[in-house]
């Protein structure tokens, strides 16, 4: 299973997602600060677990949704303008 970070234009947009994928199954989906290598419009992220990066279940004002590996992220996922 694969670690992934998203992050988001508003933090009540990450406070959405985050309910929406615990409420899918992932019980340790949690918010925090976004990590400092990364950018996000409101400065809150969504740490979650998942066999795929789950962007059905981000609310519209997702920002994007990167994979961790290693000590480093991989962009899997940029919503669109």
Do not use: I, N, W
């Amino acid at each position: 299973m694969a670690q992934f970070v998203a992050t988001f234009h508003t933090h009540l947009a990450a406070l959405r997602s985050c309910r929406a994928v615990q409420k899918a199954g992932d019980a340790g989906a949690r918010m925090a600060p976004v990590p400092r290598s990364l950018s996000s419009s409101c400065g809150t992220c969504l740490f979650y677990q998942g066999e795929d990066p789950l962007v059905p279940l981000m609310d519209r004002d997702l920002e994007a949704v990167y994979r961790t590996e290693g000590k480093g992220y991989v962009l899997v996922h940029e919503a669109a303008e």
